[in-house]
């Protein structure tokens, strides 16, 4: 049987323990960071497993890069340690009495490979843990060993990274610390990450390509923005419901202390921002920072105001209403009470304008 080279990586996996089935139908991309996403429970972790081989699922199918690890069909199982891949998990896991540098070597003689090559040397500067090579894991704290865990990984030269949660062992601040680290593999690496969180902040920092699970099954699964703002699924409906907006410097004006942004369709100013123009940045907004008017305000400290279109809107908790809009070519979450989208008459197609109060920047 052949099998062509895909820009997609196909997961298709039946797995039956009793208590809880996994039942996916997936097509990913075989780029860019894509998060698994989900409670405690729903399938996350078991769905890495069967993509890294740790689980035999009774019925399933895994393709990447054009060639097949699993075929139920045909009897084909690749075991996992003929799988070109890296798995990072929730502990570091280094080996204790060997220093950084043992810790990397260790998986280089797997391959066969030397540390004297330029891809090795991108690996640490990239992930920046030169300076941290002759210090044994005991000296190291939490988010420097868990980059060394992911340099682990990514000198095996692997096909695809795996990451189970790598950073809920992390305290708030460890977790910032190497949140940009993460970013950086996504712009930098040229191969794909599947991410498992159940936190929303690493879902918008991290995402490209978002992968909802519940009771093992796929709610949704699709690009970041459109995904998030979805009103079907939970997320919309949150308190911490977002939207994320890839965005490009255009401007400084620096005598206000404020830089402008283009994305698809407008552009917004945001505080200054200390990045050449032409960077791109990603921008987090949160629903309950979004306002909706009928026309534009005549006097306003709100300095981003918006054309919009209302796409959809339905009654959420405790009087509230969530709508959501099409402003430019993206997608935006507002929520706003009840009783405001009465008096203001909101509608499927009418036309708008919103106010955004507040938004942050991820990378």
């Not at 907004?285 to 959809?312: F, G, H, K, Q």
């Not at 405790?318 to 008459?345: D, E, F, M, W, Y």
Request: hydrophobic share 40%; charged share 20%; aromatic share 6%.
């Amino acid at each position: 049987m052949k099998y062509q080279l895909s820009k997609w990586i196909t997961a298709r996996f039946k797995l039956n323990y009793g208590d809880f089935e996994l039942s996916v139908n997936l097509r990913l991309p075989n780029s860019g960071i894509t998060v698994l996403f989900g409670h405690s429970g729903s399938g996350k972790t078991t769905l890495l497993r069967c993509i890294a081989g740790l689980e035999q699922a009774q019925h399933g199918y895994l393709e990447i890069n054009g060639s097949v690890w699993q075929d139920s069909d045909v009897g084909i199982f690749l075991p996992t340690h003929k799988r070109p891949l890296g798995y990072v998990f929730q502990e570091s896991n280094l080996f204790s009495h060997l220093t950084v540098s043992e810790n990397l070597n260790y998986g280089l003689k797997r391959i066969k490979a030397s540390s004297d090559t330029p891809k090795f040397n991108h690996i640490l500067d990239l992930l920046g843990i030169r300076h941290l090579l002759d210090r044994m894991p005991e000296r190291l704290s939490g988010g420097e060993k868990q980059r060394v865990a992911i340099a682990r990984a990514l000198v095996l030269n692997p096909c695809c990274l795996l990451m189970d949660e790598p950073l809920a062992s992390l305290d708030p601040k460890r977790k910032q610390e190497i949140l940009p680290f993460l970013s950086r593999l996504n712009q930098e690496l040229n191969i794909p990450v599947l991410y498992v969180t159940h936190s929303h902040q690493e879902v918008a920092q991290l995402a490209d390509y978002l992968v909802v699970l519940e009771a093992g099954k796929v709610q949704a699964s699709g690009l970041l923005a459109e995904t998030l703002s979805r009103l079907d699924l939970p997320l919309s409906q949150d308190r911490e419901a977002t939207t994320v907006w890839n965005v490009t410097i255009v401007e400084h004006e620096t005598e206000f202390h404020l830089t402008r942004v283009a994305f698809e369709g407008g552009s917004l100013s945001l505080p200054a921002i200390e990045a050449k123009i032409g960077t791109p940045l990603r921008v987090q907004i949160y629903a309950r920072d979004v306002s909706i008017v009928l026309e534009v305000p005549r006097a306003t400290s709100i300095l981003n105001v918006l054309p919009a279109t209302i796409m959809d809107i339905v009654d959420g908790e405790s009087g509230q209403s969530i709508v959501r809009l099409k402003v430019g070519n993206q997608p935006l979450l507002a929520h706003i009470t009840r009783k405001s989208a009465v008096i203001l008459n909101l509608k499927i197609g009418k036309e708008v304008f919103v106010q955004i109060k507040g938004m942050s920047i991820l990378n």
